[in-house]
C-alpha cells in the first residue's frame, strides 16, 4: 500500500533516508541461476554518484555496494537479493536551519502533512540520495536482459534550459555519452550546457532539462493491456523520479499537429522476412505493447527546487520567513539522472519481459 | 501479473472484449455504506458512448449499466461492486477483411505478436469500448470524493490539431465544458475544433490534441513516496488510455526553460492562516504528494490510427499489401476522451484517498 | 486490500450476494490459446448445486454458467474471463425474521460489526452461494492442469461425524467418489453417512466431518519459499471455505508423535530411475515445496451453524432473543463441498503452476 | 510472485540465506510517529535465537538487530523499516558432506528440482534462521496493537511427542510460558517434555509437538470476506513456519463429532451490556471474521528433519546412498518456535486491523 514497491514480476522493495544507516533494496522475483558482474552495478552506482565532477554536488560518498542476501559466487540464487549502500557523509548537522521552515516547491511541506512529523535529519525520502536504489536494482535487470535478449538500454541529455542538442538516434552510443560530465553526446551543445550549469551553480540557481530514453533490440509483445501499457509503465517508471514534470513516447506532445494519415507507421517486410515499420512515430509502442521498433522516449526535468538564493516561505507554524539553504547540493541534476533513467527502464522491461512468459503455456 | 487491474485500495478489475458478451469492472475495495446515485453513473457513460453527435462514431451502443453485486437499495455493501454493459451492436462481420491484415499503428500487430493468436472479431482488449468499465467505476470514485472532500474533478479539449483554446483555470466549469459536443469551454475555439474534425472525419482521416485535466479541493497529503508518487499514478493512468502519447502536470515540458529561482512555488499564509503557493508551477504535486493546490495536467492525443484511407501495410504472413478500413470509427476521440480522464483521475485520487488513511493510526 | 482476491498469476476476482442479481468471478491471468471445455465447467457447478439430493437444501437454482468474457470458440483469449450465474430461486422474505437477530455461530454478528450493516436480503458474501465462483474458476484450472501435467486433484467425504471411511488411497477413483450422493468412495460408510444426516435433517439440525484432498502426478518444484509453501498456500485456500476448521497435509496432527527417525521419509530410485521416497508422510510436500509424491490432506468441518432448532441469542440492539431459522439449509455441507475443495485445490496449483515458470529464464 | 512478502497493510518483505551477508526483513506499512521499543525487540529474537538452553542448537548467534532505515529517535517514519542481523557463526564447511546428498524429509530435494542449483552453504532460506526475520517484523506489529487495542498474543508448547500439558485458557500469562526452556506454562508437563527432548537430543532422533495460540482484546470486525477470513490468514501464516503439518482453530478437528446445536455458540449480552458468546467452539472468528471473544488456535509440528542418525537416501545423481549429518540442530524445535508463532500471529493481526480502517469512510 506504500509506494516502495515497483514491479510485479521482477519486483523491488527500496528502503532508506537520505541521513539514516542505509539506502538500498530487496529484488523479489530475479530468476535463479543468473550470472551477475557485480563490478557492473558499482559502475552504474559510480554514475549517479554525487562529486563526480565540478557541476554535481561536493557530497562525497563512495556509494559501494554490499550485497548481503540472494547471490553467491556471482550466481543468483533465485531468492530475494539485498543490496544496500551505508551512509557515510551524513551531515543532518547541515539541515538543522531547515528543520522548522518549508523550502519551496521542496517536498518538506506535503511530507509534513502526509506523516505529521519531519524528520530531524534531511530530506528523507524525498532526497535524491533513494535513487541508487533504483540504480543498483536496475543494473541487474539491465543484465539480465542484456544476457537473454541483448537489450541496449540508452540515456542522455538531450537538454538543458534554452540549450538543445542534435543527437542521430541511429548512431548515438555510450561511449558518446559518457565522454563529457553533462552525458550529452553532442559535444558542442554539451560544452554549452556545461557553462550554463556552473553559470547557474554561481548564482546559487538551478536548472533542468530533457533526457531522452532509447531501447534497442526489444522483442515484439512485452506490455500488457490494458493498465500496465508498456508506455504506462514506462511513464509512471520516469514520472516516479524526482524532479520529472512531463513524459512523452515516439511523436509525443508532437503528435497532436498530424493528421492520422501522416503519423501512422506502415508495415513493410525487410529482406529477411522481418515485419517493420517505415516509420517509427509510435516510438517502439503500439496499442502499449512494443512492436520491435526502438522505444524512444523524453522525461522533462524541473530545475532542481533546491537553490542558494533566498526565497520567501512560511514555518511549521504557518508563519512567514526567509529561507536561505546552505548544504551541498546539485545546480542541475541533469547529468547523474541518466543512469536513473535507464535503470528504470530497464526495470520496466525487465518486469514485462518475465510477465511475457505467462502469456502462452 | 495481467493489467487489467488499477488501484491498489480502491482496486477496479476490468474485463470484457469489443465484440463479447459484455464490457464491464469489478471494483473491490469501496467502503461500505456510501450513498450512490446510479444517474449518475449513467450520466458519465452517456458523455463518453458512441454516436453522441455528428463528429463521433455512429456506432449505437445503449452503454445501459447493470449493477449485479455490491450495491443495495443505492447503498455500498462494502463487498465487490460488479457493473457491466451487455453488447448490442457488435457486428464482427464489418471487421472480417481485417482479420488478416495488420491495421498501422493499431494494436493488431503487437496483440498477434503477444497472444499468438487474433480474435475473429475486432480489436478485442485494444477497443476504446474498454474505456466504458473505466468511466463506470471512476462515477463512484467521483462521487466518494464529492462526499468526503467535495473534490471536483474538470477534464475539456484545449487543443485539436494546431487549434488551441484559451481558458480561465479559475473559472472553468463543467457547464461550459458540456455545452458543444468538442467539450472545450472556448466557444470560438470550440467552433473551430468541430470543423476541422468535420472536414478530418470528410476525408476519413483522423485528428489529435490535448485534454486538460483540473482538480479542486484535493487535501494535501494524497501520494505515496517513492514510485507511487501521484504525479506517477495520474501519469501512468493517463498513460493507459488508448492514443494518449505524452503527460505532464503543472508547468510540464515548459519547466526546463526555467531556472529555480523563476519556478519554485513560494509559500505565503492566507488570511485564514491556510498556507499557499504564490504560483502553481507545481501543479499541485510537490515531491510527489499533493500539496492542497488545484491539481493541473495536460494529456496529448495522437490522432487515432483507425482511417479510412488506404494505407500500406502486411498481413499475418508477412506479404505486403494494403488496406481500407471501413467500419464505424471516431474521426476525433477527445471529445469522448473526456469523461474517461475524468474518471481515471477519479480512480486515482480515490485510491490514494483511501490509502492515506492508513499513514497515521 | 479486500480478500476477493485469490493467487498471484492464476488470479481470480469473485463478486456476488447470495440475494443480489449474480455470482460470479473474473479470473485474470489465465493463459491465451488454450481449449476450454464449457460443459465440464457446468458438470463441476451441478456437483455443487443446490437441490441435487435430499441430504441437500431444497433451494432450487439451476446455476447456468454464462461467459461472457475471455474466452472466443472455446479458446482464451489471454485476456480476463467473466463468468457468472444469475440468481434465480432467491427470496428475500425468508429471511425477514432474521433482519434483526444473529444466528449463533453464523456470521451475521461478525458482519455486522465489520460492516456497520446488514444487507436486509440474506447472507451475502457469507452464504455458501459464493462458492459457485470458486467452482467455476477452478474448473477452467482443472483443465489446465489437466492438459499440461495430467494432474488429477480428488477430494472425496472421508468422514461424517463419528462416522469414517475406510479407502485406499492408490485406488480410489472419480467414478466411486460420485455413485452416491455422499460423495465417500466407501459405499458402506456412505450408507451410514447419509442415514445419519437424514437423522439430523429431521430434527432440524447439522453434521460435520472430514473431506480428504489428493493431487496425482504433481511435478516436482511447485510452491514458493517462505511464505507462500504449498502448503501454506492449501491451507489457507481450504480455511477460506465456509465451515471449516482445520487443515493438515501427509501425516498432520498425527506426526507429532513420531520421531524424527520414524517420520522422515526415505529417498530411493526407482526402476526409471526417477527419485521416490519410500513413504508419504510428508505428504508430497517437503519445504513448502511438491516433491513429486502424491499431495494429500484433510479438511475439518464444523457442523453447519445454520439449524432449524430454537436457539438462544440477541438482536441488533444486544437484546437477548430466541431466534429459530426457516429458509432452506444444507443439513450437512460436506458432499456439495467436495467440488469445492477440488476447485481450491485446482487454484492453488494452476497458481503455483504458472509462478514456476518465472524461477528459470 | 516470489513468496517472500506476507500481508497487504501491514506487509513485510524477507531476505537472508542463512550462510550469507545477512538476514532481515523490510516493513512496509507501518504506520508513522509510532513510538517503538528497541529492546523489546532485541528480548524476543532472544527468545527465539540459537543456543539458549541444552535442548537448543549450540549454533552460536548474538542475533544482534540492526535498524538501518525507517525508525529515527524510536520514532516510526511511517517509510520502510529495515531490520536486519549480521550473520557471524557461519560455517559453510559443516555443510560440505551434504553438498551431494539429499537429507530425507527436508527441502534439499525440492529446492534443488525447482531452482536447478544447491546453494554450496548450508539450507538457504529452508534454514529456520530465516524465522529470525518474522519475529523482528512480528515484534514491531506486536507494539502496534498493544498501544492500539491492548492486544495481548500469547504462544505456549502444550504438547511434546505424547505428553501433553493442561493449561487454563483464562490464566495462562507470560511469566508462566517463560519460566523454563520449554515454554510449557504446565510445569509438570514441561519436566517430562525436557527429559523427552534430551533422550531424544542423546541419541541423534527428533521430536515434534503443538503450540497453542491465544489472542485477547481482539476487537470484533477483523478479517476479510471471502479468502482473507482471518482463520485462513492465521491458518497460512502458521503453515508457513518450517515444520508444520496442521492448523486448527476453536474446536478445529474435534468439531467434527459434534451436531451444530451441540456446538453453536450462543450470544448473551454481560453486565456492561456487551454481547458475549456463552461458548467458544468458534476460537473468537465466525464466518472469517473476529467477533471479540479470545481466539484460540493449535499448530502441529512434525519431528524436525534433521535428525544424526543414519538415514538411506539418494545423491544429486539418483544414487542411493547414506547420510549421517553432523552440524548443530535443534532436537526440538517448539521451544523456540514459540516466538515465531507470535510474531506471526501480530503480523496477520496486524495487517487486518489496518485493513479494516479501509471498510468505513
Same mark, same amino acid.
Given at each position: ?25 530487496? !529484488? ?8 551477475? @558482474?557485480?563490478? $557492473? =552495478?558499482? +559502475?552504474?552506482?559510480? #554514475? ?114 534554452? !540549450? ?8 548515438? @552510443?555510450?561511449? $558518446? =555519452?559518457? +565522454?563529457?560530465?553533462? #552525458? ?178
Amino acid at each position: 500500500m506504500r509506494g516502495n514497491t515497483f514491479g510485479k514480476a521482477f519486483c523491488i522493495h527500496t528502503f532508506g533516508e537520505s541521513h539514516g544507516g542505509a539506502v538500498g533494496v530487496v !529484488i523479489d522475483g530475479c530468476p535463479a541461476g543468473i550470472s551477475i @558482474n557485480i563490478d $557492473d =552495478i558499482q +559502475k552504474e552506482l559510480d #554514475r549517479r554518484k554525487p562529486g563526480q565532477s565540478e557541476i554535481t554536488t561536493s557530497r562525497k560518498e563512495q556509494d559501494k555496494i554490499h550485497i548481503l542476501a540472494g547471490i553467491e559466487q556471482n550466481i543468483t540464487l533465485g531468492t530475494p537479493i539485498l543490496m544496500l549502500v551505508y551512509n557515510e557523509d551524513a551531515n543532518p548537522k547541515e539541515y538543522q536551519n531547515l528543520a522548522q521552515v518549508f523550502r519551496p516547491s521542496h517536498a518538506d511541506y506535503t511530507y509534513f502533512k502526509k506523516y505529521g512529523l519531519k524528520s530531524i535529519s534531511g530530506g528523507g525520502r524525498a532526497s535524491a540520495r533513494e535513487t541508487l536504489a533504483r540504480v543498483a536494482a536496475g543494473a541487474i535487470a539491465k543484465q539480465i536482459l542484456q544476457q537473454t535478449c541483448n537489450i541496449q538500454i540508452l540515456a542522455w541529455v538531450s537538454q538543458i534550459w534554452h !540549450i538543445k542538442s542534435n543527437v542521430d538516434i541511429n548512431k548515438v @552510443n555510450p561511449h $558518446d =555519452i559518457e +565522454k563529457n560530465p553533462v #552525458r550529452c553526446p553532442d559535444e558542442i551543445a554539451a560544452k554549452c550546457m556545461q557553462e550554463a550549469i556552473l553559470h547557474a551553480k554561481n548564482e546559487g540557481n538551478s536548472l533542468g532539462g530533457i533526457i531522452t530514453g532509447l531501447v534497442r533490440n526489444v522483442p515484439a509483445g512485452l506490455g500488457e493491456p490494458v493498465f500496465d501499457k508498456l508506455s504506462a509503465d514506462l511513464g509512471k517508471a520516469m514520472l516516479s523520479i524526482n524532479a520529472v514534470k512531463g513524459f512523452e513516447y515516439g511523436a509525443g506532445f508532437d503528435s497532436v499537429v498530424f493528421k492520422g494519415s501522416e503519423l501512422n507507421d506502415e508495415f513493410y517486410t525487410d529482406e529477411q522476412g522481418k515485419i517493420h515499420t517505415k516509420t517509427n512515430h509510435s516510438g517502439g509502442i503500439q496499442g502499449g505493447i512494443s512492436n520491435g521498433e526502438p522505444i524512444i522516449f523524453r522525461v522533462a526535468f524541473k530545475p532542481t527546487s533546491t537553490i542558494l538564493m533566498p526565497q520567501n516561505t512560511v514555518d511549521m507554524q504557518g508563519k512567514e520567513t526567509e529561507i536561505q539553504v546552505k548544504g551541498r547540493h546539485d545546480p542541475c541534476v541533469l547529468p547523474r539522472a541518466v543512469p536513473i533513467v535507464e535503470a528504470m527502464t530497464a526495470l520496466v522491461l525487465a518486469d514485462h519481459y518475465l510477465r511475457n512468459k505467462l502469456i502462452r503455456l
